[in-house]
């Protein structure tokens, strides 16, 4: 099942903190390749999956090497702090959420966003078809495992006007199944194929949709773009290369490799992740809103920026450029402009 | 005192299942009155015999009679003092002493009455709030002995009480014992390793052989009561202890 | 009989100014360590001052979780006292009983509460009723353990001289047995204490529910930590700690006036 990416996983971090001490002067430096560019490690925030495809397509067909990288995909999993190992320097780049890096730029935690490697969210809000919830609106009053504190169920409480009980979030399906009236959170792209499987309908109220509509993210920290820009340029347009050729060509050598590297993995789960992240435009984005695959505008983090602030999660506007950087996406892929 | 045995051991015999013979044949009996002392080398049974008495165990053949009746119907009439205090830490002194009475169900305002004449008589009177930790080894083993008393005991037995002691403190208390028993006038059932002790306190000294555990001797202790610290000085006492001690060792040379 | 008086000087010295210049100490290490971080990661050690601030900025939150948490730990602790004590007093009977279901017991208590905490959902539902089941599950096991060990370890002339006394099996076990396994209970009782308030957080991070405010410390957790305010963070842990060193406090001075006056753990005030 997916952890979702918002660190719930800071929670050792008060034990980490000592740890860390131990561990902080010792961060290696990447060690340098016979290339121009050092050595990236890139750390999924999962164990290898379909969502993760556009990556491992650029892995397997030798994109990262066309553009001088030696890049290594490390598997994130539960538990796995990946914001930790950012800043300790043992991981070079890494996935996330536009919304997250808001949150961290207002605590002055150095990361920034590199790149957009899917225009929207696979969160989602999962129910039964034969449940009685049929729209956001509809949750109001009831009880919603999910994670406490995520910013996007602040919103659709405030978005919709309503309130609901928040139960604490185990990722697994067991009550699903055992209750049809039950309501939890979930991505597109991964519990709705499990419920089916096990003779269930599931229909799914996707974040977006209601107005919450984070980018996924390609991020670093701040010192390692100041420091290797030209490497995570590289690093960003082979990734997008990556993309465009997992979700318009063939992605066999990607489901090659996740199902490598990840032995639990099955093509038919895989196939069916794709297929979801067509049907709900995740990659692509909506169309007639201005989203294009790669894109990311100023318009949209201004927008997250405002709502969280409505929210009052961040206490005053965080300005673009303290968790933003356009200039290593390949041109063209900053608000508006062609390939 | 009358003629008839308050205690009577006839033909008893002590047997732990399969394993060796703790007695063996053992034929005993003490008059109303008596101070019997049990002397003898390790192993020769005498704290068993007390045990036997007492009804904490049962004989394996022979019969035991305590006034009469068999121990287990002569609870009223025993009290045992142990070799180490055994008063509950918990517990006050004067809590301590009441104990035996509150387990057969007496009233509290008896129970008090009873237990500070029991102090009283040992002369712990002053110390009836204090708990056991606070006090010496001498007066632990007071509480002990008035714990003991506080029934009103017709027979007192006594398992090298003593033994744990310092010279000094052991003869004061064993004078003290005579005086409680001029009060009082129970018969006595007493074990020690201590030659001048058993000759101090006694009327008949038993002593007894191991392998298995037998009765040897009976050496009767002529010495008038009151008995006092001059009694320790006298020649018969210094000729009983001699006795007693050549008994002794000639018993422990035995195979 | 009485501690030297030297020794009773030096001891109140130790006891009152030695916690304060540990404190001290500490504060000084957390600056230190601040100083060695690299810069990149100081927002994982906020500065005391930060840490006071988010406390006084989140009393309210922080307040209303700790009642909560305290209520499931209060609850869950003082029904896990009382049916151990049950327990112990019949597993105490007999080997027979003890040899039977002292594994059962072992196994109960390796069970992992992240295993446990969707099962009590499905059963009571998220809230209280669940995180006060997780905290009597944490803290049962030490108690029955303690007390029941104290219960069998009656010295053997004590039970010896009871038996004399032709006592009853009650009067044994409510005069003899009970009292004498006091220092073993109340051993088992701080275990339990410590357990207590870490378990009612676990259970709230794993069965809580938010519902009307009835959030616990855990609950708080999950929240500040997906909001990454550190700083608030810490000051949870560190009201947590404050409510377990207050159950903690509350059993040792209980355990104090139960044994104080005669059990050899506490020094002797008097001859």
Known sequence: ?339 | MSDEAIIELRRVRKQYGEGPVILEDVSLSARRGDFVTLIGPSGCGKSTILRLISGLSPVTSGSILVDGAEPQGAVEKLSFVFQEPTLLPWCTVERNVELPLRLHGEGAGARREVAARSLALVGLSERSGYYPRQLSGGQKMRVSIARALSVSPKILLLDEPFGALDEMTRDHLNEELLGIRQQLGWTAFFVTHSVPEAVFLSSRIVVMASNPGRIHTEIPVGLPYPRTVETRQSRDFQGLVAEVSRTLRSVERLP | MSAPRSDSRLSVLARNVMPALAGAAAVLFWYGARLLMKPDQLFLLPPPQAVLKAMVEKAPALWAATLSTGEGALIGFGSAVAVSFVFALLLSLSPIVRAGLYPYLMILQMVPIIVIAPILILWVGAGLASVTIITFLICFFPMVVNTTQGLISTDRNLVDYFRMCRATKAQEIFLLRVPAAMPYFFTGLRISATLATIGAIVGDVFAGNSAGGQGGLGYLTIVYSARFEIAALYATAAVSCVLGFVFVYVVIALSWLALHKWHDSFSQSDA
């Not at chain 1, 055992?178 to 974040?207: S, W």
């Not at chain 1, 961040?314 to 356009?326: G, K, N, T, V």
């Open chain 1, 1 to 339: 099942m997916k952890w979702t990416a918002t660190p719930t996983k800071l929670l050792p971090l008060l034990l980490g903190a000592a740890a860390l001490l131990g561990g902080c002067s010792k961060a290696p430096a990447p060690a340098a390749s016979p290339s121009a560019y050092p050595r990236i490690r890139f750390k999924t925030d999962w164990y290898a999956q379909a969502e993760h495809g556009g990556f491992y397509q650029a892995l397997a067909r030798g994109y990262y090497r066309d553009a001088g990288l030696d890049v290594s995909i490390d598997q994130g999993g539960p538990g796995a702090l990946v914001s930790q190992l950012m800043l300790a320097g043992q991981a070079d780049i890494a996935m996330g959420r536009s919304d997250d890096m808001i949150l961290w730029g207002s605590q002055g935690i150095p990361f920034v966003i590199v790149g957009v490697y899917m225009e929207r969210d696979p969160q989602a809000i999962l129910v039964h078809e034969e449940g009685p919830v049929r729209t956001f609106a509809d949750l109001n009053g009831r009880t919603v495992m999910g994670e406490q504190g995520s910013d996007w169920i602040d919103f659709l409480k405030a978005h919709y006007h309503i309130d609901f009980n928040l139960i604490p979030m185990n990722f697994g399906l067991a009550q699903f199944m055992a209750d049809k009236n039950f309501i939890q959170q979930c991505f597109v792209t991964n519990e709705p194929y499990f419920v089916r499987k096990n003779g269930g309908h599931p229909r799914t109220l996707l974040m977006s949709d209601a107005g919450f509509n984070p980018y996924r993210v390609i991020y670093t920290t701040r010192r390692f773009a100041d420091r290797y820009p030209g490497a995570v340029r590289a690093f960003v347009a082979a990734s997008y290369r990556g993309w465009a050729d997992f979700m318009g060509g063939d992605p066999s050598p990607a489901k090659a490799l996740i199902a490598k590297v990840n032995p639990n993995m099955t093509e038919d789960f895989m196939d069916y992740s794709i297929g979801a992240m067509r049907d709900y435009h995740l990659y692509t984005g909506k169309a007639e809103a201005g989203d294009r695959p790669g894109l990311m505008t100023r318009a949209r983090l201004e927008e997250q920026d405002r709502i969280l602030l409505d929210l009052k999660i961040i206490p005053e506007l965080i300005p673009l450029d303290r968790f933003a950087r356009f200039d290593l996406m390949p041109p063209g892929f900053q608000q508006g402009g062609e390939q």
